[in-house]
């Protein structure tokens, strides 16, 4: 078989019968876990052996848990915990005790009740706002009419590599995203140093809800496509 770009969400075989999920499974010409097997091995031995075993096991665990009815049978499943309350069991399993928060200055009073539920479970809370250093938008070029406002005054950049940086030189030993603009949030995990996870994307449109565009794709939503 020639090797070929991977394509999982192109997939349309059922989840219980694809080689992924099932050692007699089927593939499509596309899947990465024929075609890509060198490296999908190397992957599962870093993963299993490496420096990252434990981060990895406790996800896993994490995940199993994140459910209730398990003994009732797979098709009985329930969600159990909010992302909220997983990422601070996540934090306990792993024993993390300097959570940083980088967050946007559009959702400081989220950031405000976030900080302060993850302190009264004992965590010790550094955070920064992304606006933080109140550089103008004209060191990077930015023009009046470029700007949120248009205009020509005072507007600071968002600063997604001082907000990681900051965090690093502060100690934190897991990193929480909160409402980070696209491509400001790319740039804050090219920087930390610590491992990072998502509370909340940023949807100016929809709440911060970026999948009702998508579960709304043949209806109110079909204008997206092309």
Known sequence: MTRQDPG???????????ICNNPQGK??????????????KSAVNETCNGTIKEFALNASIQES????????GYAKL??????????????????YRKLGLAFCMGLRSEAKAVEKLFSDHGFEMVSVVCKVGGEPKESLGIKGHEKVRCAEIFEAMCNPVAQAEVLNEAGAEFNILLGLCVG???????????????????????????????????????????
């Open 78 to 95: 329930k969600p159990a915990k909010s992302r909220i309350e997983e990422i601070m069991d996540f934090a306990k399993r792993m024993n």
């Open 8 to 18: 999982c969400a192109l997939c349309g075989i059922e989840p219980s019968e694809r």
């Open 184 to 226: 400001h949030d790319s740039m804050f995990f090219k920087y930390a140093t610590a491992p990072c996870t998502v509370l909340a994307v940023k949807d100016r449109l929809l709440g911060h809800n970026p999948m009702a565009a998508i579960y709304n794709l043949d209806s109110y939503y079909r204008g997206l496509k092309a």
């Open 65 to 72: 848990e994140a459910y209730s009815g398990k003994e009732l």
């Open 27 to 40: 593939n499509p010409p596309f899947c990465p876990t024929v075609n890509f097997s060198n490296t999908v």
